[in-house]
């Protein structure tokens, strides 16, 4: 069966209708009234019979609940601490600004509920060491939504990857690149040092988290790091290179959202990207932030020069976040069950979470830069 068409595939991401929900479906509620929930949870959980959005709370009562009036929610909270308190919500979704995420997610935590918590998953290493602890000691699911992972084509680029390893050859280099216009003015919270700003904790997380995950190689220690300061702290560009562990491999991140409108850099750039160099082979994959919309994924043989372009994998045409959520909701159904979840493709644990947390670190240690806090 084929894949959906380009605008089937944009339709599916916040379809306009919801299938009818199971009677015992979970129950959601969302801290904040984010730009990114349609996309990333309101939409999808239009196509699941398993999971409901029930409520949303903002500071801002009037504009909680003409957000929920938008997108259909049927309740809203007077605050992000009465949502967490209310007995009759199982899960919280966190996209708050980066630098309010330990705290609110700790609160749901403590409260009792599964969180889907966007990246980055705290502000700093020892802030995801502690929010991962917490969630294990309450059995409870924890799950940075790093939505790329769960895609078709992105498990099989890794599938790709992996298997060309198994064979005997050598990972080489791996260079990843999420890099755009100059799009958010100076004040965008993606800059404010206070809320956890700047690219490493923005487009960077996606890059580390892709170096890693596509590698299968943990990171030993940043090389170099170059940002550009667009203001006190805080970083609108960063280049890093790594040394991978065990292996003897070179990564590359370049991360950015300052580039220049009109320029040859932001046209080579313009495409999120991974390209992993082997002994024999050069594998890319292009667009694999939201390989539902358009993807790519090419194989070139160093000997020859030949390079094969690789069926795309749409699947039945849902978004990222529409298979993030389909696992989350099978990790919290299973009652956390390791088993279950060491069986969902693309799974980020608590672990990974923390790593990638660590390497964040290291890349503002080594750019002279602080941490976030």
Known sequence: MSSPGFFA????????????????ALRIGILGAANIAPPALIGPAKLLRSIIVVSVA????????????KHGIPNTHVSYDALIADPEIDCIYNPLPNGLHYEWTRKALQAGKHVLLEKPAASNEEQAKDLVALAQSKNLVLLEAFH??????????????????????????????????????????????????????DAGCYTINSIRYFSGLEVESVESATPKIVSENIDGRMEATLKLKDSGADARLIASLTNPWLSVQTYKEVLPRVTVETDTKVFTFGNFLIAGIYHYITVQDKATGRTENLPKQYGEGFSTYKYQLEAFVKAVKSGNKKDVINSIPGWVPGEDSIANMKVIDEVYTRAGMKLRE
């Open 9 to 24: 595939r944009l339709k599916l991401i916040n379809p306009s209708q919801s299938v009818a929900k199971d009677t015992d």
């Open 58 to 69: 903002a500071r801002d009562q009037a504009k909680a609940k003409a957000y929920a009036d």
């Open 148 to 201: 790329y992972r769960f895609h078709p084509a992105s498990l099989r680029f890794r599938e790709l990857v992996q298997s060309h390893v198994a064979e005997g050859h050598a990972i080489r280099k791996i260079t990843s690149i999420m890099a755009f216009p100059a799009i958010f003015g100076k004040d965008d919270i993606r800059f404010n040092y206070k809320l956890a700003g700047g690219i490493v904790m």
